[in-house]
């Protein structure tokens, strides 16, 4: 679980990054699950954009996500989520305590 500051800290990092991922129609499946989670491994922090033409709403595409990835939600604001996810092989950000 992220601490307040650590969130804090995670959104300043996000500010400059653009998404990498659109969410549309179809939704969430596996396959964008296992980029996510490759993504993730790679980078730590990414930015998902849900598109105008999804069906479901923001927090169920979240709550998928999550539970995919296992990575943690720093914000979700308008129709972009942030997730963070510690790399295992590559950790480049440290976490404020």
Not at 32 to 53: G, W, Y
Not at 65 to 90: P, R, W
Request: with cysteine; proline share 4%.
């Amino acid at each position: 679980m992220l601490t307040n500051k650590q969130k804090r800290f995670l959104r300043s990092k996000s500010h400059p990054i653009q998404p990498i991922f659109q969410v549309g129609k179809a939704g969430v499946n596996e396959n964008m699950i296992t980029q996510i989670n490759e993504a993730l491994e790679v980078r730590e922090l990414i930015k998902v954009s849900i598109l105008q033409n999804c069906m479901e709403d923001k927090d169920s595409i979240t709550a998928e996500m999550v539970e995919g990835t296992k990575a943690h939600v720093v914000q979700v604001i308008g129709s972009t989520i942030i997730l963070y996810k510690k790399s295992v092989n590559n950790p480049k950000l440290q976490l404020p305590n």
